[in-house]
C-alpha cells in the first residue's frame, strides 16, 4: 500500500519500526497509549531496540536538534495537558506532532487543519442533512470531526496552525479541554460526550502568523507550549536535506544520484542567510523570507528533479541558484539584492579560499536576475 500513496501517513510509512518498538517495549505505558514514552522517544530520536527473541532492530532518528524538547513534549502528553508546538515556518512542528500521534496512538490524520474558514463543525461533528430529515437528530446522523473522534477513540487530535483560525472558533475547545466532556444538545439526555483515557490535542502555530489571530489567555492557559526553533548546525542541517531528498527521490522514481557537496551549499547558505553572518564572520544582511530547512528541501528536490527529467543525472549548479532565487525571493524584491550581495561577499569570499565547488557556485551569481 505505501508504494501507492504520494506521501503515506507516518504510521504506514514507519509500520515496521513501530512493530518492532511495541514487541520490544518494556516501560510503563499511561492509558491506551499504544507505546511506552520511552519507545516513543526512541522512535523519534533513534536508537536500537532487542526484541523478545534477542535480535537487535534499529530505529532511525526522524527529528534533530533537540532531545530535551521530544522529551518534555512526551510527558506533557502523558500528563494529560494539550500541547503546542510554535515557531518558524518549517521548522518540523507538523512533523513532529505527527510522529507524537502515530507513536502514542498509532494515527496521525485525526487532524484539523486551522484556516480562517475553520468552523466549529469541522472541529466538532457535522450532520448528515439526508438523515437528519428522515430520522430527526440521532447518533446515526451525527457525523463526528477530529475532535469527537479523538475523544471517543481516545486518541489524539491533531490541530494545525491553529492561529489561522478565527479566535471564538479555538476557543470551542476550552470547555473540551478542562472538563473533558463534549456536549451535543440536539442529542437530548444522549448528547453528553466523555473523552476516553488516551484522548488530548496537540496544536501548532507558526509564529510569523503571530497577531493574525492571536490565542485568547484562556485557551492558552490550557497547552504547554513549546517553541521548535530552526537546526542551528550545518552538519546536521545537511544531512536532513539528504535524508528527505533522498526518500522525495525514492517516492517520486527519481534514480539520480545524490549530491553531497550540493547539500552542503545548500546547508551554508541557509544557514548564514538565517543567522546573518558568514562561518568567516562576514555580516550578511539576511532576507525578509523564511530560510526553512523545509525550504532548502525543497529547492534541493527541485534541482534534483531538473537533473532527472531535463539534464544527465547530475545537479547542475546554475540550476540550484534559480532554484534558490525562486525560494528566496518569492515574497519581496529586496531580498533578491540581499541574496546577490550574499553571493558578493560570502560566497565570493569561500570561492577564493576554497576554490573548487564554491568557485562554481560563485559563478553561479550571474543567474542572480
Ligand atoms: N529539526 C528537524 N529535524 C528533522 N527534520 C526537520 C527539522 N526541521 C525541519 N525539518 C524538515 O522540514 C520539513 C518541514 O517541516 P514541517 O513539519 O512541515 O514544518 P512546520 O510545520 O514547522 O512548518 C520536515 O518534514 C523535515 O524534512
Ligand atoms: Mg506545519
Redesign the pocket.
Known sequence: MEQDLIKPPVELRYAEELSALKAADTGRRPENWKLSPKAVRTFILGGTVTLPDGQKRDISR?????DALVERCIITLAGNRGLM?V??????????S?LLSAAICGRSTNTVQGTAGTTEDMIKYSWNYALLLSKGPCREALVPAPLLIGMEEGIFARF?EITRTPAEIQDSLISVMSDQILNIPELGDAGLVFARPGFNIIG?A?TRDKGVNEMSGALKRRFNFET?S??RDVK?EKE?IL??ANDLAKAGHIDCPIDRDVAELLAVTYHELREGQSAEGTKVEKPAAVM???EA?SVYFQTLCHAWYYGNGTMELPVLTENLLGAVCKENRDDLERLRSYFNTAVKQKSTREGGIWEAYFKTAAYLK
Open positions: 526522524k527529528f534533530y536538534g533537540n508546538l515557531g518558524e515556518p518549517g521548522t518540523a512542528k507538523t512533523m513532529l505527527e494545525e501548532t507558526n521548535v530552526p537546526v546536521l536532513i535524508r528527505e526553512s530547512t523545509a528541501v
